[in-house]
């Protein structure tokens, strides 16, 4: 029985992009939300395990699949490997079952000839010469060759045609099961927000209407309060790392939240529990905000979130949950001013956060949330060491964080939180290594940290975060090699670092993270000399729609006009 619905065979030197993005759509469209994809695509990149019989694996493969995309092109046509694959599926497949892209050249059937022309440079390999009956029907992807985004509804469109062929399903009513997922998604999502208001609203009504029986009112009101509060949680943390779900939406939902929390809050309505949930919107607010890189509107939420637990300590001292609310909005204001480069102010805050940790931690040696939210904050202040140069006591603090992480994942190895922090811990003692030029180490911290995390991501394949964890660590691998004078090896963890990157940046235009992300891969691959045009034009348009919404900082304007300086002339 096949394993694969199609596979796709192309030119590495110049289609791994669209291939990556074809893959991409035609795995994803029409996918109902509860499964991983719709179809399943080999691409040798991601599908293929390293062997050293690599023949042997790709017809394997070949004779698992079920349909065959030919990524049509000069290179393609030029490839011995691209022609091999060919060869083998037209004799052991048929014709019928082989479908084409041109992602570059002309294709002009003849057809007094029964053939297609075939002058030099022409794009379809050897092994399809004399092989059509009649004329098949070609998919045109030359505009998206350079820059295709599984987003674009245009590409997308275009991709339907395979998705539909593979799937046996009419591409009209393919694309439209593809509109009714999306919608779904967002139904979803705002259906939460509309439970909240109406969870709010009655809270609200009763409180008001109720003033004869005040008790009752109060205690449906505080219910009603952690239930709207618990949602908004559940909505913004759970879905603003999900791939697909736009960062702006997650922005709505908790700016609506917050709006409802302070009209309560002004209609008098002000107990510590509503008081400690607008805290809480607000830091969930600030770190959407660093997201889309809004770094004083995000300050603000933190800020006024400190200040109301501060407000709420002051009439009760004790409260140790109030303690840690306030410890984690010192390390949301610290996160924002790092982000801002405000490092000394950054690090007191952390230090701020870390000083009622340790007294928590110490009351309760064996509670693990404690022990893992001061693991956290030894981290935080270790980075901002670390940026100041500060290396032992950088080191110092990594080493306590690690420590804590190591012992909390032996008591619970099944916790993915757990596991993700000591893959965090590994990755920056692989910093420290980095930085003090001890490479070799600094690999292998990377490359722990890498092994947890690509256990995470494949696990929990829609959390976008989990997805850009592992591009980060196959970045900073890439980072290492180049140091140590391997730029050829270096190349490699970069293009991985590239593929995750440009499918996350493309499931969400607003998520400044995600798009700086890839324009930084982008000018990596530049320094190493990879395909320097091409991944030059590709960082200049990401760059140029940055810099007009006042979000590209100089240090990478200066980087991208280095790069530039070294372009080929024509």
């Known amino acids: 029985m096949p394993i694969y619905d199609a596979f796709i065979s192309y030119s590495h030197a110049k289609d791994k992009p669209i291939a990556t993005a074809l893959q991409s759509v035609v795995q994803r469209l029409g996918k109902p939300w509860y499964r991983r994809r719709a179809l399943r695509v080999f691409r040798d990149d991601t599908s293929l395990a390293a062997s050293p019989k690599l023949w042997a694996a790709i017809e394997e493969a070949l004779v698992q699949s079920r349909f065959l995309i030919l990524l049509a092109s000069p290179e393609a046509a030029a490839s011995q490997w691209v022609d091999n694959e060919v060869e083998y599926w037209v004799k052991h497949k048929g014709i019928d079952t082989l479908l084409i892209a041109l992602t570059d050249g002309d294709l002009t059937w003849d057809a007094s000839l029964g053939e297609f022309e075939r002058p030099v440079g022409a794009p379809l390999p050897p092994a399809l010469e004399r092989r059509f009956e009649d004329e098949p029907k070609l998919v045109d992807l030359r505009a998206y060759r350079a820059a295709a985004r599984p987003r674009d509804h245009r590409f997308m469109e275009r991709c339907a045609d395979f998705a539909a062929a593979v799937g046996g399903i009419r591409k009209d009513d393919l694309l439209s099961q593809e509109l009714r997922q999306q919608r779904r998604a967002l139904r979803l999502a705002l259906s939460a927000v509309v439970t909240l208001f109406a969870l709010s609203g009655i809270a609200t009504w009763l409180w008001r209407e109720a003033a004869t029986q005040q008790k009752r009112a109060e205690r449906t009101l505080a219910v009603a309060t952690h239930s ?34 302070d009209n309560l809050s002004a209609g008098g309505e002000i107990s510590t529990e509503l008081r400690g949930g607008i805290a809480r919107v607000l830091r969930e607010l ?5 997201i889309q890189g809004d770094i004083a509107a995000a300050l603000e939420a ?237 960082a200049r348009a990401i760059a140029d729609r940055l810099d007009a919404e006042g979000k590209l900082s100089i240090a990478l304007k200066h980087w991208l006009q280095a790069v530039e300086q070294r372009l080929p002339q024509h």
């Open 302 to 538: 933190a800020e006024r979130s400190r200040d109301i637990m501060l407000g709420l300590l002051a009439e009760d001292a004790g409260n140790e949950q109030w303690q840690k609310e306030l410890s984690l909005s010192y390390n949301r204001i610290g996160e924002v001013l790092a982000q801002a480069n405000r490092r000394s102010e950054a690090l007191d805050a952390y230090r701020l956060a870390f000083k009622i940790r340790k007294a928590l931690a110490d009351s309760k040696p064996d509670n693990a949330e404690v022990r893992r939210d001061l693991a956290v904050s030894y981290e935080r202040i270790g980075d901002e060491l670390l940026a100041s140069n500060q290396i032992d006591e950088a080191l110092d603090a990594y080493q306590n964080a690690l420590d804590i992480r190591m012992l909390l994942t032996i008591d619970g190895p099944d916790n993915r939180e757990w596991a993700r922090d000591l893959s965090v811990s590994h990755e920056k003692m692989g910093d420290v290594r980095f930085t003090t030029g001890e490479f070799d180490a600094a690999l292998t911290a990377y490359r722990s940290s890498l092994s947890i995390r690509q256990s995470l991501a494949a696990a929990t394949n829609a959390n976008g975060e989990a997805q850009r964890d592992v591009a980060v660590s196959h970045g900073k691998i890439g980072d290492t090699l180049r140091e140590m004078g391997n730029i050829e090896q270096a190349i490699e963890p970069y293009r991985q670092s590239l593929a995750i990157r440009q499918k996350l940046a493309a499931t969400d235009a607003g998520n400044v993270r995600w798009q700086l992300d890839l324009l930084i891969i982008l000018l990596k691959l530049c320094d190493a000399n990879d395909d320097l045009p091409w991944h030059y034009a590709q």
């Open 286 to 290: 600030a770190t959407t905000l660093q």
């Open 228 to 261: 709207a509060n618990d949602l908004v949680m559940d909505v913004a943390v759970k879905i603003r790392n999900r791939l697909g779900i736009p960062v702006n939406l997650v922005r709505e939902i908790l700016t609506r939240s917050r709006d409802l929390l």
